[in-house]
């Protein structure tokens, strides 16, 4: 089968299509034919050897498409039924993944197969900073920086869907997007005095903050009032002494339960995935190098295999 192979740490370069075996899936395993995969900023990472990595390995840790076989008859799908989710560790980049069926869940009927690999680690990020780890609630006014990345325009959208009053940030080319996922005010967050620009349109300080990339979480702490929270999936940041404002760090729990949960608000069209680019699998490198320049909206995805 065709995969993107990195066989040395490096720059988008080193992305390579190759020809390697199918996946044999192991005990309780499923084997997915890939429609489609997301690319992140953990991509990124780890290609470039910032995370812990084996060489040779096939990128990419979340995907679309439709199962094709399963180890056991306790997988819980059937044969050619279509789902998604997060993969692992990698391997998404590929016209085949194995994956264990307890990190997938059946596609919701808001998302097309092209596009749905793009969505799973960045919504369930998402909904566990703003359902778990935030607890955003209506009436509350929620900070979400970043908010037209691939996880900022997710993370926005749910918190207004909970009733909040959402402020984002957001450089200024992309105002418009975020206002048009339900965002009432928009700073650039490039302005290095927009934690003043969020204070002077709320001078007690946000309820709560996402702060969905590393650079902006002293700001997201700086605009939080006393008793309030920030969460961030990144590291970084410091509360400074003499403020009472928590600071959580957490992950988004990868789950399939999760995803099919959430089939709800997609389907409902409270929150909608928005795809900014879709590259080919052999053009891995050009959506690799479109992430590392930043500024983007919302997902990009890789077509593996047609629908």
């Avoid at 290095?192 to 700001?219: K, Y």
């Avoid at 992430?291 to 990009?300: L, P, R, S, W």
């Amino acid at each position: 089968m065709r995969a993107i192979l990195v066989e040395q740490f490096g720059g988008p370069d080193v992305l390579r299509v190759r020809e390697v075996p199918l996946p044999q899936p192991s005990s309780g395993e499923v084997l997915v034919r890939v429609t489609s995969a997301g690319v992140g900023p953990w991509d990124v990472a780890a290609r470039q050897g910032r995370l812990s990595r084996e060489l040779p390995y096939i990128p990419g840790f979340e995907c679309a498409g439709t199962i094709v076989g399963r180890s056991g008859d306790d997988a819980g799908f059937h044969d050619g039924e279509p789902v998604y989710g997060y993969i692992g560790f990698g391997g998404a980049y590929a016209d085949y993944a194995a994956c264990r069926p307890e990190r997938l869940a059946p596609i919701p009927m808001a998302l097309a197969l092209w596009e749905a690999g793009a969505a799973p680690v960045d919504l369930l990020t998402a909904d566990a900073g703003i359902e778990d780890a935030l607890g955003v609630r209506r009436g509350q006014t929620v900070l979400v920086t970043a908010a037209a990345g691939g996880l900022g325009h997710l993370a926005a959208q749910l918190a207004v869907h909970a009733g909040a009053t959402v402020i984002g940030t957001a450089g200024r080319d992309h105002h418009d997007f975020v206002h048009k996922l339900g965002v009432g005010e928009v700073v650039d967050h490039y302005d290095p005095e927009w934690p003043q620009r969020v204070r002077d349109l709320v001078p007690g300080g946000v309820d709560a903050a996402l702060s969905c990339v590393a650079a902006t979480t002293d700001g997201a702490i700086a605009v939080t009032r006393d008793g309030g929270v920030v969460a961030t999936p990144n590291p970084g940041g410091e509360v400074p002494a003499g403020r009472r404002v928590q600071l959580l760090r957490y992950q988004g729990p990868m789950d399939g339960r999760r995803l099919a949960r959430l089939a709800k608000v997609l389907d409902d069209g409270a929150v909608a995935v928005i795809i900014s680019t879709r590259f080919d699998l052999e053009d891995a490198p050009d959506a690799h190098s479109q992430v590392e320049q930043g500024h983007t909206k919302g997902k990009i995805v890789l077509s593996v295999n047609e629908d």
